[in-house]
């Protein structure tokens, strides 16, 4: 026969036998001393049997009371962990994540980890912002989104920074290209076509490193500069977070030696934002998964 156990009259005689004070019960369960009460006589009158001797002064649990608190206080506490776990679980499976980052890292890096993500948590919905530079940073400190995957050139008041991985520079030419040759390198680009991509510092810090873009063909896209170098229209000069995505097959790589050409990539918020508890799974996640080196680095 289906017994008809109630949840607060059990909690109740439970926090009640462990304070011994109808007071101090009915404070820790937020309800009134008399609520207490009729908690506590609905459970007796559903057992038909007493579980406490009340008295002005303290409560006494009875022979019969001791022993039902033996064996309902570990039920109760597993239950209240189940309970509590299952919350969790359902508000980091659902909710809405917004997420900015810089467009060099969005499919390399951030996209992949959404993928990830949603393979355990297909109901988050999440929303991806490509944003250059300032302007994300300014979808930060607008609380336009959760968080952001990108760098920090300068020290930023309002924006807080945790560190993913160290980034650097590469030039990226077709295999057997002169510039692949030994003793070459960053100096000789000069001397070559070169494929620039136009959003983001690598212009700024080729021009401190005294390379010459003036000649330079102009694109918008990392997957633009790869596609013309294989055409061989030139070289070009790009992150190694910005090759995850793309097949750089027939391609070779060469690292730029110079602290210039090193960039923290980070997980960015605003100082005053407190993340969802479905946006810090996938910030807890993005952390974890890029402890690998990068390709290429």
Do not use: C, W
Request: hydrophobic share 40%; charged share 25%; glycine share 6%.
């Amino acid at each position: 026969m289906a017994q008809n156990i109630k949840y607060r009259q059990l909690k109740a005689f439970v926090i009640l036998t462990e304070t011994g004070s109808f007071t101090e019960a009915a404070d820790r369960l937020a309800v009134t001393q008399p609520s207490m009460s009729v908690l506590i006589k609905g459970l007796e009158n559903d057992l038909g049997v007493t579980l406490i001797t009340r008295s002005t002064r303290s409560v006494v649990l009875t022979d019969i009371g001791r022993e039902f608190y033996e064996q309902v206080k570990g039920s109760l506490e597993q239950l209240d962990n189940a309970y509590s776990a299952a919350k969790t679980s359902s508000k980091t499976r659902n909710g809405r994540i917004r997420i900015a980052t810089l467009p060099t890292l969005a499919a390399g890096v951030v996209g992949p980890a959404i993928g990830d993500f949603r393979k355990n948590s297909p109901g988050v919905q999440i929303e991806l912002i490509e944003r250059t530079y300032y302007n994300f940073l300014l979808a930060m400190r607008q609380h336009e989104v959760d968080f952001g995957v990108g760098i920090l050139r300068t020290v930023e008041s309002e924006l807080t920074f945790k560190l993913l991985f160290r980034d650097r520079l590469v030039i990226v030419a077709p295999n057997g290209h002169p510039i692949t040759e030994k003793g070459t390198g960053l100096k000789s680009l000069a001397h070559h076509e070169m494929v620039m991509v136009t959003a983001g510092p690598k212009p700024q810090i080729l021009s401190l490193l005294e390379v010459d873009l003036s000649r330079s063909l102009q694109v918008e896209h990392p997957s633009t500069a790869i596609a013309m170098v294989r055409r061989g229209l030139g070289v070009t000069v790009t992150a190694t977070s910005a090759l995850e995505a793309i097949d750089t097959e027939g391609l070779a790589t060469i690292r730029v030696d110079s602290a210039l050409a090193v960039r923290d990539v980070g997980i960015i918020m605003h100082k005053d934002k407190k993340l969802s508890p479905v946006a810090k799974r996938f910030v807890d996640d993005l952390l974890e998964s890029r402890k690998k080196p990068l390709r290429n680095a």
